[in-house]
């Protein structure tokens, strides 16, 4: 079994685990070690998405989900910028379907506001100037910080920035155990470590029990499916189309968007599934999967 020292070591080599290790490189650490399970990075959640970038309108006024939100809005936008991958900026708009809606619109902008947050209440007229195709009732909520990226590229470029980093990324090592407090195993390697960090996504919570911590959470796999526009389709979607969402539930609701390269996607749906990589009918359950089903 291969030996390793070093002082921060990151499980996953998803998007949050490569910028935690870009970012302690900038701040000049020098031995830092990603454990991947998968063959490349952002294999998962990272680059299975709609790369929507948000802009902090949905969430609490000073809440670390907003403040994290509109600042990584803004660093992700520098940083695609500066390595060439392609920011598409057109902004978003969310429409209401009645009067209850509207009021729940209202309160988003009272938000976002709140946040700091551009956004401008819109009237039908001025929403069919933005997006032709798309319907509200009385107004609808304008955001022009809202923006797409294509999640892949953005993960090739955090990975090629992290290599010419020179940290160390080590691909087909799942984390199996820890050994002691400092110590652990992952594929064949034996890690001895200072700090550990856990950017493990779907797996977040195995890791953290295995250090007995964080009993109380558990994670609740949801799939997203989403739908291609075909090109022939009349519809048309310059940015991003969203429903007023229920504001006690985690989702946004199905929605529109058009990614970087102009392709329109409708989804996601949010269907809770069997297993954390549980993508096709069969691919991704096992074990696991009894005891997800007969969770409360």
Same mark, same amino acid.
């Given at each position: 079994m291969n030996k390793i020292e070093t002082e921060y070591c990151i499980i996953g080599a998803g998007v949050v685990g490569l910028a935690v290790a870009r970012e302690l490189s900038l701040q000049k650490k020098k031995k830092i070690i990603v454990c991947e399970k998968e063959e490349r990075a952002g294999l998962h959640a990272s680059g299975r998405n709609s790369g929507v970038l948000h802009a902090g309108i949905y969430y609490t006024a000073g809440s670390m989900k907003a403040n994290t939100c509109i600042e990584g809005n803004r660093l992700m936008k520098s940083f695609c910028k500066s390595k060439g991958v392609l920011v598409r900026e057109t902004g978003k708009v969310i429409v209401a379907k009645n009067r209850d809606e509207l009021q729940t619109l209202h309160i988003l902008e009272t938000r976002a506001k709140n946040n700091g947050v551009a956004v401008k209440l819109i009237n039908s007229e001025q929403l069919a100037d933005i997006e032709p195709c798309a319907k509200t009732y009385q107004e609808a909520l304008f955001s022009p910080q809202t923006a797409v990226v294509d999640p892949v590229m953005v993960m090739q470029a955090v990975y090629d920035d992290c290599l010419q980093r020179g940290i160390k990324i080590l691909f087909n090592t799942p984390f199996k155990y820890f050994e002691n407090e400092n110590t652990l195993i992952a594929g064949n390697y034996l890690i001895r470590?200072?700090?550990?960090?856990?950017?493990?996504?779907?797996?977040? &919570? !195995?890791?953290?029990?295995?250090?007995?911590?964080?009993?109380?959470?558990?994670?609740?796999?949801?799939?997203? =499916?989403?739908?291609?526009?075909?090109?022939?389709?009349?519809?048309?979607?310059?940015?991003?189309?969203?429903?007023?969402? &229920? !504001?006690?539930?985690?989702?946004?609701?199905?929605?529109?968007?058009?990614?970087?390269?102009?392709?329109?996607? =409708?989804?996601?749906?949010?269907?809770p599934v069997f297993g954390r990589e549980h993508y096709g009918m069969l691919q991704g359950l096992g074990a696991e999967s009894i005891d997800i089903l007969l969770k409360d």
């Open positions: 470590f200072d700090k550990l960090i856990n950017c493990a996504g779907a797996y977040s &919570d !195995v890791i953290a029990h295995s250090r007995r911590i964080a009993h109380n959470l558990t994670l609740i796999p949801f799939k997203g =499916i989403y739908k291609k526009l075909k090109k022939s389709s009349s519809l048309t979607v310059k940015g991003n189309i969203y429903p007023v969402p &229920d !504001v006690r539930n985690p989702f946004l609701g199905v929605h529109f968007t058009a990614n970087p390269y102009g392709s329109v996607y =409708i989804g996601p749906t949010a269907m």
